[in-house]
Structure formats: structure tokens, C-alpha cells
């Protein structure tokens, strides 16, 4: 199929084919929260289902089961948390099962500062 539809029908197709995605995307199951000494911790569980849709690159093909993923390759699979997340452990058994952790007591960094607004900038010409 061509990265344009080329007819109504691959439209709708297309259309079914998101739509189905946004359903599995909305089975994702977060565990509560668990620590230790140094980590907090939490497993999510994605929809068996979902799978499929994850790309080739993110496995490992020597065991079958998903690689560590970074940051913004977890997040790509529809994946929500808050910052300071790290996929640190694959269960090869069970694939859709991630594992992550942070820092216990984890506090994000401040968002950089903003430039000053300055209102003769503003004014138009």
C-alpha cells in the first residue's frame, strides 16, 4: 500500500486500521508504583495484540523478545509516564511485560527559561 490512498476504499481501510490501534493503545496496563532502597519501580503490560504493530528494530532477534528501549522509542509505542523512566529489564517470556525504574525520589529537572517577552518586539510594523 502507498504512503498516499489512492482511493476511498484504502481510505477507509487506513481509517479502520487507526482506529483498531487506538483501541489496543487504550488496553496499556501500568502497575502501581513499588521500591526499594534506591529505585521506584513499575511494570507496564502492553496488549499482546499490540505486538505486531511494534517495529522489527526494537526486538532482539537472538532471544525473541523486545530490546531496552530508549526514552522516546517506549514512548513511540503509546507508552505514558512521567519523566526519569528507564526500561531497564526485558522478561524474554513475556514480551509484552516492560520493566522500568527510576531513581527513588525522583524530581525532573526545571523546563529551561523562557526569553523574556518584550513588548516593543511585539508591536507590529
Same mark, same amino acid.
Given at each position: 500500500?502507498?504512503?498516499?490512498?489512492?482511493?476511498?476504499?484504502?481510505?477507509?481501510?487506513?481509517?479502520?486500521?487507526?482506529?483498531?490501534?487506538?483501541?489496543?493503545?487504550?488496553?496499556?496496563?501500568?502497575?502501581?508504583?513499588?521500591?526499594?532502597?534506591?529505585?521506584?519501580?513499575? +511494570? /507496564?503490560? &502492553?496488549?499482546? $495484540?499490540?505486538?505486531? *504493530?511494534? #517495529?522489527?528494530?526494537?526486538?532482539? %532477534?537472538?532471544?525473541?523478545?523486545?530490546?531496552?528501549?530508549?526514552?522516546?522509542?517506549?514512548?513511540?509505542?503509546?507508552?505514558?509516564?512521567?519523566?526519569?523512566?528507564?526500561?531497564?529489564?526485558?522478561?524474554?517470556?513475556?514480551? +509484552? /511485560?516492560? &520493566?522500568?525504574? $527510576?531513581?527513588?525520589? *525522583?524530581? #525532573?529537572?526545571?523546563?529551561?527559561? %523562557?526569553?523574556?517577552?518584550?513588548?516593543?518586539?511585539?508591536?507590529?510594523?
Amino acid at each position: 500500500m502507498s504512503a498516499i490512498p489512492e482511493s476511498s476504499e484504502e481510505v477507509l481501510k487506513l481509517q479502520a486500521e487507526q482506529k483498531k490501534l487506538e483501541e489496543i493503545l487504550e488496553g496499556i496496563n501500568y502497575s502501581d508504583r513499588y521500591t526499594d532502597d534506591t529505585f521506584e519501580y513499575r +511494570h /507496564v503490560i &502492553l496488549p499482546k $495484540r499490540l505486538l505486531k *504493530y511494534i #517495529p522489527e528494530e526494537f526486538w532482539d %532477534q537472538s532471544t525473541g523478545a523486545m530490546r531496552l528501549l530508549a526514552d522516546e522509542e517506549w514512548r513511540s509505542l503509546g507508552i505514558k509516564q512521567s519523566l526519569g523512566w528507564e526500561h531497564y529489564e526485558v522478561h524474554v517470556p513475556e514480551p +509484552h /511485560v516492560l &520493566l522500568f525504574r $527510576r531513581p527513588k525520589g *525522583y524530581v #525532573p529537572p526545571p523546563p529551561p527559561p %523562557q526569553p523574556a517577552f518584550r513588548a516593543k518586539d511585539a508591536r507590529r510594523k
